[in-house]
């Protein structure tokens, strides 16, 4: 007898369909569900399961473990290893059935654990996705499929004297950025102009593979893009906001994005193109659906560069998602699901790529705690809309689940992250702000608006110093500080 051939579903209808009836169950498990919030509207059967309850138990869709309490998480595997191993999570997947599950970061052992529970993890391995997150590969790998980076040098320096002669053989000049291979940019990128430079930063260096690139004068942005079998499919681009003192205390940290049409038309096409040339290249090497690309633009040239390479979820979904689903018919990442669900699949991707082309101006702002020492969160704010008044102040205006939601460029949709009862530390993400409209400007300074927002959502969080008799938790590693 021969196998039972799989159902085929042609074009956006069909797709469209399968997902409004499926009955097999899909979750994202995160710490928060803001990467993939909004996804249950357009999928049947989907749920979060998350560590923080940021609408207080008013997500239909959401499921959080009735005992959480303090805990000591290292990473956000840790995170997620907890909740597939919380007696009420695996409870209710195995109440549930065999199903999919999507993650942001996860590692072998939450492969394990998923695979005990009857899951499969609807991502590439983890020991792929480890390989192809070093910055070091993602060089390689764009310069396989053609694809420019900033001009480099990649090898391994143990003083300063090795680092300028690396530099000199690639003719990069002497002002330098050096990058080892894995970690959040922010915290792994060093800027090198002299001996004194070097010294600061030597013992982050020495003992790593390293990309030294040349200096430029640069607007950076992401892209979002989906590798599928029948090609890949590119979200549109956003400018980084970073390293701004009223969102984040860390220099050159990545703290929101800017999504807008208008401007860099050339650089828009270029953009598309490079994402769609790795994510084919990426395919090729074994990797499908849901990836982001980090991209340089040289404000002296024009010239477009490869930046990184982050092969997940990531912090440029929900804009993304949000866009595509709103003004072209269609989330993104119906299409990495697609590449995991047992159905062949056909649709003119030219066509779905040009539904995307127009858009209104969104924007999301990521709301870190720039305060030293540990506090005990009496109050915070609720997730929800809130409205900005005339005078600049801002209000809560009603309770909401949905980000597409927010009517005008005086509205922005809150996510909490922490509540009362949580301690707040230096880099916490307090929570997350989307909104119609740009907050940033084409010379990257942050808008007087985005500030407003910020300000306003910090005042509403109240806390306390952790009085003396009573023991302040450890302070969280900065792996951990970035929640989602």
């Excluded at 690639?170 to 430079?197: C, M, W």
């Excluded at 828009?268 to 659906?289: F, P, T, W």
């Excluded at 979904?317 to 003004?327: A, C, D, E, H, V």
């Amino acid at each position: 007898m021969s196998r039972r051939s799989k159902p085929k579903l042609n074009g956006l209808a069909e797709i469209y369909a399968y997902f409004r009836t499926n009955e097999t169950p899909i979750y994202f498990l995160s710490p928060t569900p803001y990467n993939l919030l909004g996804l249950d509207r357009w999928i049947h059967g989907f749920e979060y399961i998350t560590f923080f309850d940021s609408f207080d138990s008013r997500h239909p869709k959401m499921v959080v473990p009735r005992e959480t309490g303090p805990h000591e998480f290292r990473s956000i595997e840790d995170v997620c290893n907890w909740l597939l191993r919380h007696r009420d999570i695996a409870a209710h997947i195995r109440a549930r059935g065999r199903g999919k599950m999507v993650l942001v970061m996860f590692d072998e052992e939450t492969e394990a654990l998923a695979k005990e529970l009857g899951i499969q993890i609807a991502l590439p391995p983890a020991k792929l996705r480890k390989h192809l997150d070093s910055k070091i590969v993602t060089t390689e790998v764009g310069n396989a499929a053609g694809i420019k980076s900033v001009p480099n040098a990649l090898g391994r320096v143990e003083t300063y004297a090795e680092l300028v002669k690396l530099a000199q053989g690639a003719k990069l000049g002497k002002d330098l950025v050096v990058q080892t291979p894995y970690g959040d940019s922010g915290r792994t990128t060093f800027f090198i102009a002299n001996e004194r430079d070097w010294n600061k930063h030597r013992d982050k260096i020495v003992g790593e593979e390293l990309k030294v690139m040349k200096r430029i004068n640069h607007l950076p942005g992401t892209i979002e893009g989906v590798a599928t079998r029948h090609g890949t499919l590119a979200g549109p681009m956003q400018t980084d906001i970073t390293g701004f003192d009223e969102l984040t205390p860390y220099k050159g940290g990545w703290c929101g994005n800017d999504a807008f049409i208008g401007g860099m038309e050339k650089q828009r096409v270029a953009v598309r193109k490079m994402v769609q040339k790795l994510g084919d290249r990426l395919y090729k090497e074994g990797y499908r659906g849901a990836f982001c690309m980090d991209f340089l633009i040289d404000t002296d040239s024009g010239e477009v560069y490869l930046g990184e390479l982050n092969p997940r979820v990531s912090g440029a979904s929900p804009l993304t998602n949000l866009i595509t689903g709103t003004y072209g018919g269609a989330p993104i990442f119906l299409f990495h699901l697609l590449e995991f669900m047992d159905v062949d699949w056909e649709v003119d991707l030219d066509a779905v790529q040009a539904r995307w082309a127009e858009f209104d101006n969104w924007s999301q702002l990521i709301l870190k705690h720039t305060g030293d020492g540990v506090e005990l969160i009496t109050r915070a704010p609720a997730s929800g809309i809130y409205r900005m008044e005339d005078d600049g102040r801002i209000r809560y205006s009603r309770p909401d689940t949905e980000w597409s939601n927010v009517s005008g460029e005086d509205e922005a949709f809150y996510m909490r992250v922490y509540s009362a009862g949580d301690y707040r530390y230096h880099g916490a993400d307090l929570g997350i702000v989307v909104a119609r409209g740009r907050m940033q400007s084409d010379r990257r300074q942050l808008l007087a608006r985005a500030r407003q927002w910020a300000a306003g959502i910090k005042g509403e969080f109240q806390a306390i110093p952790v009085p003396p008799e009573m023991p302040a938790p450890p302070s969280p590693p900065e792996t951990v500080n970035k929640m989602f």
